[in-house]
């Protein structure tokens, strides 16, 4: 039966890699900026494949940048591969609450790009984590690449460049540096 601490909507925190170990771990990649945010799990939703299933974590640690997490009820390392690729998510009302003009990558992702001149750039599909600021990824809607794949424009996330992010009306507005679009 799954527990009433999961009603409501859910944010991905995670997305599992590999087993860790051979006695059940799992090595997550973070979605999070908070690496010891892992310490706090006790229970998770791991979505695999589209289905969810309820876990109670037993153990939870950060390990060279990654989380090492252990759920009560994967126990071998062939059991812990068979949630490789899954997402580890948990009630969105338990995020940690971010300082003003922060934002989780799910809040970001999906948003309209618009230019500061108001021209629909696209729709932000991705957020690389880089060095010093994170890139997103804003797929075009205008045409396609010589292999068939969508245009992107590659944005790098500094205030220079974001100018706004409004959530409630679903859009970032950019001021894009010269060449930065073919």
């Known amino acids: 039966m799954m527990s009433s601490?999961?009603?409501?909507?859910?944010?991905?925190?995670?997305?599992?890699?590999?087993?860790?170990?051979?006695?059940?771990?799992?090595?997550?990649?973070?979605?999070?900026?908070?690496?010891?945010?892992?310490?706090?799990?006790?229970?998770?939703?791991?979505?695999?494949?589209?289905?969810?299933?309820?876990?109670?974590?037993?153990?939870?640690?950060?390990?060279?940048?990654?989380?090492?997490?252990?759920?009560?009820d994967t126990n071998s390392r062939e059991e812990a591969a068979m949630l490789t690729g899954s997402l580890i998510k948990i009630p969105a009302r338990e995020r940690l609450a971010l300082p003003e003009g922060s934002y989780y990558f799910d809040e970001?992702?999906?948003?309209?790009?618009?230019?500061?001149?108001?021209?629909?750039?696209?729709?932000?599909?991705?957020?690389?984590?880089?060095?010093?600021?994170?890139?997103?990824?804003?797929?075009?809607e205008k045409g396609l690449t010589a292999t068939g794949r969508s245009r992107e424009i590659l944005v790098p996330a500094t205030r220079n460049v974001v100018k706004e992010i409004n959530l409630q009306k679903g859009y970032m507005l950019l001021d894009l540096p010269p060449g930065l679009i073919d």
């Open 108 to 140: 970001i992702i999906g948003l309209t790009a618009l230019s500061v001149t108001g021209e629909k750039l696209g729709t932000v599909r991705e957020i690389i984590k880089a060095g010093a600021n994170d890139v997103y990824v804003v797929e075009q």
């Open 5 to 72: 601490f999961f009603a409501g909507p859910l944010t991905t925190i995670g997305k599992i890699l590999a087993p860790f170990g051979v006695k059940g771990a799992l090595k997550v990649y973070p979605y999070s900026d908070f690496l010891e945010r892992c310490t706090l799990l006790r229970e998770v939703m791991v979505e695999r494949k589209g289905i969810h299933e309820h876990h109670r974590v037993t153990e939870a640690r950060v390990h060279k940048n990654i989380w090492v997490i252990k759920l009560e």
